[in-house]
Nanobody, 119 residues
Framework: QVQLVESGGGLVQPGGSLRLSCAAS????????MGWYRQAPGKQREVVAT???????NYADSVKGRFTISRDNTKNTVYLQMDSLKSGDTAVYYC?????????????WGQGTQVTVSS
């Protein structure tokens, strides 16, 4: 059974930092593209950052230069370091694991962790 468990969310003041973690189990972690997505109230879920099995990263324009995604394949964990946080970053953040195997797509989601940026 695949599980993705996020942690590290919370309340932070504007300009502050948070580090999210997502611990994965039940899958060949190193073979997956891992991603962080977020969903603010009344908005659609959007991609924040992704990191491929080979370590290539991609970021949404809104977080470039402020957020950093990384992975530790020895711990089956992906991280999102969030700096210079803004009120617009307030959302539920979700971890995602994605892999295409021949004709099948394997895609899994975590339960989400709340990030609130407010003074």
């Amino acid at each position: 059974q695949v599980q993705l468990v996020e942690s590290g969310g919370g309340l932070v003041q504007p300009g502050g930092s948070l580090r999210l973690s997502c611990a994965a189990s039940g899958l060949s972690f190193s073979r997956y593209t891992m991603g962080w997505y977020r969903q603010a109230p009344g908005k659609q879920r959007e991609v924040v950052a992704t990191i491929t099995a080979g370590g290539s990263t991609n970021y949404a324009d809104s977080v470039k230069g402020r957020f950093t995604i990384s992975r530790d394949n020895t711990k089956n964990t992906v991280y999102l370091q969030m700096d210079s946080l803004k009120s617009g970053d307030t959302a539920v953040y979700y971890c995602n694991a994605d892999r295409i195997v021949i004709a099948s797509r394997l895609n899994y989601w975590g339960q989400g962790t709340q990030v609130t940026v407010s003074s």
